[in-house]
T-cell receptor, first 110, second 115 residues
Framework: DAKTTQPNSMESNEEEPVHLPCNHS???????IHWYRQLPSQGPEYVIHGLTSNVNNRMASLAIAEDRKSSTLILHRATLRDAAVYYCILRAGSNYKLTFGKGTLLTVNP | GAGVSQSPSNKVTEKGKDVELRCDPI?????LYWYRQSLGQGLEFLIY????????KSGLPSDRFSAERTGGSVSTLTIQRTQQEDSAVYLC?????????????FGPGTRLTVT
């Protein structure tokens, strides 16, 4: 699997937008960009995924660079419940498993 | 609807004993996955089922680990002769299909402690 690079940690204030970056310069044309998050003492939770176009869902937005070498997960209004480790994962269409890195620990301040 | 469930939520066992961990995937999901998360470590892939078949067992750490899936639904992960290094949270996930274009839904995990 192609490698992703994320900051180890980020901080945000409650009710402010959060932009979580991910670099994936070796991405291939068949790789989907997946984001998962893991709240304390819980299993990972799917957030969003995309291939080439920007994606929106009820949880977040995913902005994908035109060359696909980077992407940004956007939480529009952070809440305390959004404090978690966020994982950016590349997954080829033919690849059945997720390969987790260290992710970004997001702290949300009240 | 119901999510992925796992049982037990916590298991404490003595070194050398066998343990069985159970996973109930989301109804209708054909793909099922087991992962492990050790203290301070990331999540590592263990095994994947498509229906009742396991095309990839390469992530199983040793031959003390085995898994099966019956009826295309429930899966059991068995660890024989447990060792202290087996202590971890064991996570199960399921998805409608195994393709990379589909998301995986995770259960809450089973925390295994080997004393």
């Amino acid at each position: 699997d192609a490698k992703t690079t994320q900051p180890n940690s980020m901080e945000s204030n409650e009710e402010e937008p959060v932009h979580l970056p991910c670099n994936h310069s070796t991405i291939s044309g068949t790789d989907y960009i997946h984001w998962y998050r893991q709240l304390p003492s819980q299993g990972p939770e799917y957030v969003i995924h995309g291939l080439t176009s920007n994606v929106n869902n009820r949880m977040a937005s995913l902005a994908i660079a035109e060359d696909r070498k980077s992407s940004t997960l956007i939480l529009h209004r952070a809440t305390l419940r959004d404090a978690a480790v966020y994982y950016c994962i590349l997954r080829a269409g033919s690849n059945y498993k997720l390969t987790f890195g260290k992710g970004t620990l997001l702290t949300v301040n009240p | 609807g119901a999510g992925v469930s796992q049982s037990p939520s916590n298991k404490v066992t003595e070194k050398g004993k066998d343990v069985e961990l159970r996973c109930d995937p989301i109804s209708g999901h054909t793909a099922l996955y087991w992962y492990r998360q050790s203290l301070g470590q990331g999540l590592e892939f263990l095994i994947y089922f498509q229906g009742n078949s396991a095309p990839d067992k390469s992530g199983l750490p040793s031959d003390r680990f085995s898994a099966e899936r019956t009826g295309g639904s429930v899966s059991t992960l068995t660890i024989q002769r447990t060792q202290q290094e087996d202590s971890a949270v064991y996570l199960c996930a399921s998805s409608p299909y195994s393709s990379g274009s589909y998301e995986q839904y995770f259960g809450p995990g089973t925390r295994l402690t080997v004393t």
